[in-house]
């Protein structure tokens, strides 16, 4: 039988996005992965049925390709599959976790002054 878990009033909420581990390279210079074709996302970092290959060259795929990768993996992953250029370009449209985005940023400061 489960317990039950009261809550108290007023008591903030901890969601999981603000507990999470998040990683991130040491430096933007070691990112380069591939500007076009197609990149593969592990299981450990993408949960999605199928073989875990995103074409980067289809509409969307490089924004899941840098979403995903980001927020779920570790550096050598992000070093496999982002290229710091693009990362450039793209940035201020990724949709990410606040949290990931406040870190990076403090870590890359040229992803900052960047954004849009």
Do not use: C
Request: no cysteine; proline share 7%.
């Amino acid at each position: 039988m489960k317990e039950a878990v009261l809550v108290e009033v007023g008591e903030r909420r901890v969601y999981f996005r603000d507990v999470k581990p998040y990683h991130a390279p040491e430096s933007l210079a070691d990112l380069r992965g591939p500007t076009s074709g197609r990149v593969f996302l592990p299981k450990t970092v993408w949960w999605a049925p199928g073989d875990g290959w995103i074409d980067i060259d289809e509409p969307g795929g490089t924004s899941l390709a840098y979403r995903v990768v980001i927020t779920e993996g570790q550096p050598e992953n992000q070093i496999a599959v982002l290229n710091a250029e693009t990362l450039k370009k793209i940035w201020g449209d990724l949709v990410l976790p606040e949290r990931v985005r406040v870190m990076w940023e403090t870590k890359f400061s040229e992803l900052r002054d960047g954004t849009k």
